[in-house]
C-alpha cells in the first residue's frame, strides 16, 4: 500500500548548525503534509505543514520544503538548539475522508 | 489549537485483563483518532472515533480487541481487552477541528502488560 518513509533514521548535528531532515512520501494524490516533532514521554507536537498547491512554507526557525516531482518532503531547523533534539515525524494526508500516514521518524540529536 | 487530557498517563496491566483510556478535549472538535504507537516506532492508526455512532476502524484492528466510543464532541474512550504482552505499547488520542487540518496529541498512555 501507500507509505510514507525516510531517507535517514537518525541525525547528530553540532548547536547553532543547520538541520535537515528528509522525507520520501509514495502517495501522489496525497494534499496535505505536516511535520510533528515528539519528546521523550509525550505526544507528537504539530510543527509546520503545508499543502499541495505550495513547496515552501516557512514557521520561526523551521522551513518545510515539497517536491511533488520527485514526492519529497524536507524540514529544515535553522541555528539547531538543544531543545531541538527529539523524533521528527512527517505526516501525509490524502484528500478526502482519509486518515493521517506517519513515516518512520529521524531522531535528532543536537550536539552542544 | 486543543489541550487534551489523556488518562491514565501510564498503567501496568495483568495479561487477560483489559484497559481504558479516556481522552477529554478542551473544545468541541469534529474529528477524533486513536493512535498506537508501538516501542520506537511510528504512530498506526487504530480507528477513528465518531460521534454518536461506530468507529471507524483501520485494516488489522476490531471493535472487539479495540472498542471505542464517544458519547459527545469532547470525549472518547479506548479499551483494550484481552491484553497480551504484545499489547505493550503507547495509545494516543488525537483530534483535529476539521478533516484536512493539522492533528493535535495528547500526552499519550504507556500501556505494559506483563
Known amino acids: 500500500g501507500e507509505s510514507v518513509g525516510l531517507h535517514l533514521p537518525t541525525l547528530s548535528v553540532q548547536e547553532g548548525d543547520n538541520s535537515i531532515i528528509n522525507c520520501a512520501y509514495s502517495?501522489?494524490?496525497?494534499?496535505?503534509f505536516i511535520w510533528y516533532k515528539q519528546e521523550s514521554g509525550k505526544g507528537p507536537q504539530f510543527i509546520i505543514d503545508?499543502?499541495?498547491?505550495?513547496d515552501k512554507r516557512q514557521g520561526q526557525r523551521v522551513t518545510v520544503l515539497l517536491n511533488k516531482t520527485v514526492k519529497h518532503l524536507s524540514l529544515q531547523i535553522a541555528a539547531t538548539q538543544p531543545g531541538d533534539s527529539a523524533v521528527y515525524f512527517c505526516?501525509?494526508?490524502?484528500?478526502?475522508?482519509?486518515?493521517?500516514?506517519f513515516g518512520k521518524g529521524t531522531r535528532l540529536s543536537v550536539i552542544a | 489549537s486543543a489541550v487534551i487530557s489523556q488518562k491514565p498517563s501510564r498503567d501496568i496491566c495483568q495479561r487477560g485483563t483489559s484497559l481504558t483510556i479516556q481522552c477529554q478535549v478542551d473544545s468541541q472538535v469534529t474529528m477524533m483518532f486513536w493512535y498506537r504507537q508501538q516501542p520506537g516506532q511510528s504512530l498506526t492508526l487504530i480507528a477513528t472515533?465518531?460521534?454518536?455512532?461506530?468507529?471507524?476502524?483501520e485494516s488489522g484492528f476490531v471493535i472487539d480487541k479495540f472498542p471505542i466510543s464517544r458519547p459527545n464532541l469532547t470525549f472518547s474512550t479506548l479499551t483494550v481487552s484481552n491484553l497480551s504482552p504484545e499489547d505493550s505499547s503507547i495509545y494516543l488520542c488525537?483530534?483535529?477541528?476539521?478533516?484536512?487540518?493539522?492533528?493535535?496529541f495528547g500526552q499519550g498512555t504507556r500501556l505494559t502488560v506483563v
Open positions: 503545508i499543502r499541495s498547491n505550495m
Open positions: 488525537s483530534v483535529a477541528h476539521l478533516l484536512n487540518t493539522e492533528a493535535f
Open positions: 505526516a501525509e494526508k490524502g484528500s478526502g475522508n482519509t486518515p493521517l500516514v
Open positions: 502517495n501522489s494524490a496525497s494534499d496535505y
Open positions: 472515533a465518531n460521534q454518536g455512532s461506530e468507529a471507524t476502524y
